[in-house]
């Protein structure tokens, strides 16, 4: 194993894969030490779907940004990602009506092909669906942008990882940072399972993981694993329907082998969860987990009553106290860079974190957004997020 580095990353999740692929590109000296298998988190655990409609304008901006090179990265890679723009239909229960209209506002003022759609236009572009039973107060539908799109995470991952290498960086799996050497100030070293390796850079992506490695400096970052509802079920191939209808109930996409990949999308925060749902690692699976998702499939479209389920998976968000990322540095330890706190929507925001992360290291760019989502926000005024971390989808 390599001795120094100008960079150390730790996590090979989408993020920290694509902060290696970015950095090596720039010709930066980079190691990234994941301790599992590459894609061993939240990323290999996640729907693959990229959405423009995020919660606030920075955030969308963030999404749309970071979705446009996800575009670019087939060709980049020279790989095939399973890259395919979404033509999405979001569904606006009773009582949603309002937010949504000013989403689709939002959307288009910043160049997102979207459009609102009355309960009668759905049952026209969508009969399969069951709109006055769910019910539905109308929807939206976003078509042709890079942003709104899907990815196989793990070709994603294993491209970026592959490039990230043939451009010089090291990988090392199954190698675990244990600990971070601070001198007068200054990060000196990581220790790892598999030796010491001195750097005075650490790129914190951890995931879920991530205040356990702040903690190994003694920094305290408000990010917790956060199991509930993180999981997901995949059916039997079927025939291709033109939408899977999305809401605040239900996430999912029809893949490209047919497949519909789904989960619940009513997250809850961990003030208003159940005393049940503890923070954590739990990844088990769960029977009323799929019994409710089955429930609302079809209860949406009532005709996937009879459709075999085949798997069906755990996970956990890595979530923060407003749902939004933890991107740059920190004040109390220079070298220290952190690009965690993701929650429900980190694959959608790698690519444009990867990029603030890399001009932050190779150029000394900050660029603006990366202020709003600095650790120093906790320390100001920031709004906590009221139930749910997955932003306007
Ligand atoms: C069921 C589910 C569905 C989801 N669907 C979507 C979706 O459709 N779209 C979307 O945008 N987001 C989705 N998400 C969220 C998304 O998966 C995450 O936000 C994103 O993958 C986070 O990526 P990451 O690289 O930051 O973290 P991770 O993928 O969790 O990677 C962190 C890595 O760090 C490693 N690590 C931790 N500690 C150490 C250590 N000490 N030493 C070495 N390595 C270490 C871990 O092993 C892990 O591989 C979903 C999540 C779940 C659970």
Redesign the pocket.
Known sequence: MKTSAEVVI????????TIAYNLSKENSDAVL????S??????????????SNQSGVELSKVAISSGERFAELKQDLDADLEYELADALTLALPGEEEDFRKAVDLQKSLGVSIEWLEPDEIRRIAPYIDVDNIPVAGGYRVFDHPANA?VN?FYAVEALAANARRLGAEIYTY????GIKVENGRIESVL?TQGEIKTHIVVN??????S??AQMVGIKIPTMPYPHS???LITEPLEPLPYFPESSEI?GRQTKSGQIIA?RADYIAPETAPPTEEPGYNTEASLDYIQHVSEIMQRYIPRLSNVNILRH??????VTPDALPILGEVDELEGLIL??G?????????QAMGKFVTDLIVKREKSSIMGSFNLGRFKREYREYPGRWFGGH
């Open positions: 730790i996590g090979g999740g989408i993020n920290g894969c030490l994941e301790k599992g590459l894609a061993n988190g939240a990323t290999g655990r996640c729907g693959g779907m990229i959405w899907s995470p190698t675990e940072v244990t790892t992506a951890a995931g879920g993981w991530s356990d490695v993180a999981a997901a996430w989960g998976w755990g996970g956990f968000f890595d690009a965690c993701c929650s429900a929507h980190g694959f959608c925001f790698s």
